[in-house]
Structures are given as structure tokens and as C-alpha cells.
């Protein structure tokens, strides 16, 4: 009996505290969230995450260093996302199920989840924006910030501790011929090689301490950003389909050589 009740005291000592922290539903997931973004894939980038959540918006912060830099001489696009609803972990290599030396995105899919947010560059933060590369940031290196409405699943995540933050886009030039060979089987990116979807970089996303009282004021932002989100959709849709005739005609290059 004794045991029992070892086992139990955590788990209410952890309701209390939570009922005492949360005066209100939507501020559940407010506070800040940091990770470290370590490789996934051997890509050999790094970087680091913040989010901040007051109320319902968040401010984002990612910073990565060693990524793919260049496509056919453009900035390399790496699409990022705030990963949910799983084991709130990153793979590693025993993930690639199909042994063809990559870990897709679908194969760490049981450990970091669906996309819960797009980190997008503008217009849509949702899952539906999570393989648009003309809003993604690009190049080897890049600041990342933005403050948006964050989804009640996102939301949901941080605060059970299962938000991952992965930043996708690997350089086929260190990678297996699968990058290159084998096209990507996410909806909407069937295009792309599988290089391009891939993980780079992932980090579990842990709550810091609180540093004070939240202050829980904040006034509603305008919506003009939301608005132009189709128009950007749809340009999307067309650009995305030229860089993935872009990869095609890298894919021929590399062919003949
Ligand atoms: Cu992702």
C-alpha cells in the first residue's frame, strides 16, 4: 500500500498546481517553451527554438545554422513546423522503417506527431500551409521570428509537453540515393524529392520556468494578415510545382554526370 500512495502523491501534487497556474482554459499553454534542434538525418545543422504564449498568440524564435544552403542557386527552402500528438520526441535512424537511409517525415511520425502549426514566413500558420516552400525560410542559416494566433491543438501539445519544433529540407549531396531517387509522399509535395521534405533538424519542446505572474492582457491584433492567405495559397501551388521542376531538372543533371 505503501507504494500506492508513493506513486499517487506526484500526480496530485501536479493537479494541484495546475489548477492553481491555469485561472483560465485558453491560458493553459501560456509561458515560455524552448528546445534545442539537433540533426536528424545527419544533416549536420543545428539550432535553437523559443515560444512565448500569452493568451492565445505566440511568438516564435528559431535560429539554425548548417543547413542545405543553396537550390539550383536559389536559397534552399525549409518548410518548419510545430509537430503534435505523439510521443513529443525526435527519431533517430532506427526510425527508417524502409531502410533506404533516410528517416522521412513520415517514419518519425510516431515519435513528433502530425503538423499541429506551419511556421510560415506569412499568411497561414495551419497544417494545411506545412509544405508551401514559397513561405518557408531558406539558406543555410536563418533568424526566424513571428508572432501569430496559435491553434487550440498546438495549444493542446505544449502543455501536455508533446509539441516538437522540426525545421525539413536535407542536401542531397550528403545524403543517400533515395534522397534524389524517391519523390516525397506528403499530400501536396509529391513533387518534391524526398531531400526536400526530409527532417534536418527537431527538438522537443520543454516549458521554462515561470519567470513571474502572466500578465494576461493582450489587446486583438488585426486581421489583415490572415486575409490575403488564399491569394498566397494559390501562388504557392504554381511555385511549388516549378521547384519541383527545378528538382527534376537537378535530378537529370546529377543523372548524367
Ligand atoms: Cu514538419
Redesign the pocket.
Known sequence: MKKKVALLAPAVALGLTTMAGAPAMADHAAGSYSTTLNQVNNSGASGTAWIDVNGTEATVTIETSGLAETFMDNPYPH???I?IGAQGTCPTMADDANGDGIVS?PEGQPSYGM?GTTLSLEGSTGPEA?TDVTVAPSGSSFTYERTFELNQETQDALANGTGVV?V?GLDPANQPAAATETMSSLPGAESLPLAATA?ALCGPLDMQPAGGADTGVTAAEPAAEESNGMGVALLGGGLLAAAGGAYAVRRRMVADR
Do not use: L
Open positions: 518548410v518548419q513546423h509537430h517525415t503538423i506545412g522540426v525539413h527532417p
